[in-house]
Structure formats: structure tokens, C-alpha cells
């Protein structure tokens, strides 16, 4: 019998993903932490809109967790054990990975100065400054609920830790934007990244490719935004109906067209190609319980998107950031 030969080394992804530069910044694995601080949204109580952005199902990507009862440094400290166990569990014993907390649930900066403040001052005792296992925070929100306040006081905690803060772009089409009832436009985008810039954060931007009436140029152009803004890194993912959403009513109408695995892998190329090739993509594909899911369901494992994203930029002969258009 002839001896197995070892598999080859893996190709190097022509982009530039997360677990690599985490490692290159951390020296250690690093693993996240979703927290809810409770805040809510001003797309759904009225300050900007009423109902949400037409994909948000009503729990708002928020995990309700606080409104559960479970207190921020509660959470916190149970996320922590959980990586604690992780490490127990894995093979790197002897190093301690890091934690990035990451404030998820709705528009993070929309609550007042005193309370974001309190929010923020529940990391410091963990954070790796003070000995503890936070290597970053990550805050979510709104380009368009940014105040100077909110900005001054992740600036702050800039000086103790990285602090990374995701704007959601969705597309760069204000009338897409408005269509969808999301009700910020590009230029706030554009002003919220480049003040975060300014006071040192780090700054990833999000994205969905499919958005109706956005089509396949749609997604170039938010690609091409992404990068004239400069943002270090960036979430993509294909648009998913999930139920209890307006989109849910429109695509049961008929009225709402859904990607397929192939059409997102080719759209996602298109999207790739224009980002800068600096910018890390911290996430290529979307990911929603299975329960809440209308639409599309594929058969293609998640993982394999990034394969399938691989072959087409080299059936293409092209990479992250070659296409200048
Ligand atoms: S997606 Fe975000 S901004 Fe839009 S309704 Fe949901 S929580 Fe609000």
C-alpha cells in the first residue's frame, strides 16, 4: 500500500480575513462576547421612524437578555466563564484568549451621556489594560446616532483598549436606504467614519448585497462607499427574509426576489474586488436561526461560501481590492 502523502498547505484566500489579523493584533485567540446593554432603537420608537428597517424582525437583533433581567456585568461575567471553559476545553492551555465585548442588541450610542458612560465603565475592570481578558470592545449602531458626547466617551476608553465601532451602511443607495425604511443616508455614513476615525477607533462597516432595488451595480457601489470611507474592516451578508419583518409580507406576496448560493457568490466577488485591500472582512455570509428563516434557504453550508468566493476570484484571476472602477 502506498503511504499517504500530506496534504498540500493551503492556498492563501485571495482576501484578507479576521482570525489571521486577530492573531497578528492579539498574538492569542480571541473570541467574542454578544452582549445587550438595553438600549433600543430610534427607527422604531418614533425619533427617526416607526417599524424598523423592513428586514429587522421585531426582537431588533437584540438578544433581550437585559430586559430578561440579566445585568450587563452579569452577562459580561457569565461570557467570560464561557471562554474560560473554551480554553479548558481546547488545545492553547496555556494561553489565554482574549475577549472582545461586543455590545450588539439595537442602536448602542442612542441612550443618553450618564447611561452610555455606565455602560462603558462596566468593561474596565476586565479589560487587558487592568489584567483582564478584554483585548477590544465593539459597539453597534446607527451612522446616523452618533453623538459628539457618545464619541467623546469611546474615545476615553480608546486610550485603555481598542474600541471598534460598527456602522451599519446596508447599501450605499439612499433611496434603497429609504425604500427600506432605514432612514440615514450615505453622507451620514460617510461623516460617522470619518469623525470615529478621527478619535482613534477602529471602524467596521456593514453590508447587504440584495436589498431590493439595489441589484448587482448596488453592490459594487457599496463596496466602492466602503472603501472611499476607509473603514479597517467590514461585514457582508446576503439579504435573509425572516418572519415577523415587513420584508416577510412582501415575499409572501410575491413581491421580494431572494439571491441564490451562486448569484451571492458572484455579487460577493464583485464586492471584494472593489473593497481596499487593507480592509479585513469580518464576515462574508449571514447567519439566522433556522426558526426565523423564510428565505433563501440554501443547501451551501456557510463555510463554503468562502470557498466558493476563493475559486470564483481565481477562475477571475482577480482579489480583494484589484478592481479600481
Ligand atoms: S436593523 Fe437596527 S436600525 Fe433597523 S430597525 Fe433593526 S435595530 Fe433598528
Known amino acids: 500500500m502506498r503511504a499517504m502523502e500530506p496534504a498540500p498547505p493551503p492556498l492563501p484566500l485571495p482576501f484578507r480575513t479576521l482570525k489571521p489579523w486577530l492573531r497578528e493584533r492579539f498574538g492569542r485567540a480571541v473570541y467574542r462576547v454578544a452582549l445587550d446593554a438595553g438600549s433600543t432603537c430610534p ?25 430578561a433581567g440579566d445585568g450587563l456585568d452579569d452577562q459580561l461575567r457569565e461570557g467570560l466563564k464561557r471562554v474560560a471553559r473554551r480554553r479548558r476545553r481546547g488545545s492553547e492551555r496555556a494561553v489565554e484568549p482574549g475577549v472582545i465585548a461586543y455590545l450588539q442588541s439595537y442602536t448602542n450610542t442612542y441612550v443618553d451621556e450618564g447611561r452610555f458612560a455606565e455602560v462603558l465603565d462596566v468593561f474596565r475592570p476586565h479589560l487587558a489594560s487592568a489584567g483582564g481578558p478584554l483585548v477590544a470592545v465593539a459597539v453597534a449602531t446607527r451612522p446616523d446616532c452618533l453623538p459628539d458626547s457618545s464619541l467623546r466617551a ?21 433611496k434603497v436606504l429609504f425604500d427600506i425604511n432605514r432612514l440615514h443616508t450615505l453622507d451620514e455614513f460617510q461623516d460617522a467614519t470619518a469623525r470615529a476615525r478621527q478619535a482613534g ?41 425572516l418572519k415577523k419583518t ?11 426576489a431572494v439571491q441564490t448560493a451562486e ?24 447567519d439566522s436561526p433556522e426558526e426565523k428563516l423564510l428565505a433563501p434557504i440554501w443547501t451551501v453550508p456557510k463555510n463554503e461560501i468562502r470557498e466558493r468566493l476563493a475559486a ?4 477571475r484571476g482577480s482579489c480583494q481590492g484589484s478592481v479600481e472602477d
Open 43 to 67: 427607527n422604531r420608537d418614533g425619533t427617526k421612524g416607526l417599524g424598523g428597517c423592513t428586514y429587522c424582525d421585531v426582537e431588533g437583533s437584540g438578544t433581550g437578555a437585559l430586559k
Open 154 to 174: 469611546l474615545e476615553d476608553l480608546a486610550q485603555e483598549t481598542d474600541v471598534w465601532l460598527e456602522l451599519g451602511l446596508e447599501s450605499a443607495s439612499d
Open 201 to 241: 477607533l477602529v471602524t467596521v462597516g456593514h453590508a447587504i448585497l440584495g436589498l431590493p432595488g439595489d441589484g448587482q451595480e448596488g453592490a459594487r457601489n457599496t463596496a466602492r462607499a466602503l472603501r472611499q470611507a476607509g473603514v479597517d474592516g467590514v461585514k457582508v451578508h446576503h439579504l435573509m427574509v
Open 246 to 256: 415587513q420584508m416577510a409580507h412582501q415575499w409572501r406576496q410575491g413581491e421580494l
Open 263 to 286: 448569484e451571492y457568490v458572484e455579487w460577493l466577488a464583485d464586492f471584494v474586488e472593489r473593497l481596499g485591500p487593507e480592509q479585513i472582512l469580518h464576515r462574508i455570509t449571514g
Open 312 to 315: 470564483e476570484l481565481a477562475r
